[in-house]
Nanobody
Framework: VQLVQSGGGLVQPGGSLRLSCAASGFTFSTSAMTWARQVPGKRLEWVSS???????YYTDPVKGRFTISRDNEKNTVYLQMNSLKPEDTAVYYCYADPLFKTRLWGQGTQVTVAS
């Protein structure tokens, strides 16, 4: 049972990145999937969630710039991040809320937006 993240890295302001989070060991299709981020010394910030019915939700600072999606065939959730800003710099985590099971976390991936 795990979530394995990929993507991230260093990008210039205005650039794009796509994060991936591959799931295994649980029923992905019925699980709510979420991206959150954390800056050192600050609290974890919820970024976006996608539910089993495909409904999506975003925190206001990323609306119109980030897109969450899921591929139930590949058991993977994505976060497409466009028009990145320096304030988007953080460690990004995905987590899963499987039905009737404990929340599962990915390992985190660094996103740095700087020129």
């Amino acid at each position: 049972v795990q979530l394995v993240q990929s993507g991230g890295g260093l990008v210039q302001p205005g650039g794009s990145l796509r994060l991936s989070c591959a799931a295994s060991g649980f029923t992905f299709s019925t699980s709510a999937m979420t991206w959150a981020r954390q800056v050192p010394g600050k609290r974890l910030e919820w970024v976006s969630s996608i539910y089993s019915d495909g409904s999506t939700y975003y925190t206001d600072p990323v609306k119109g710039r980030f897109t969450i999606s899921r591929d139930n065939e590949k058991n993977t959730v994505y976060l497409q991040m466009n028009s990145l800003k320096p304030e988007d710099t953080a460690v990004y985590y995905c987590y899963a809320d499987p039905l009737f099971k404990t929340r599962l976390w990915g390992q985190g991936t660094q996103v740095t937006v700087a020129s």
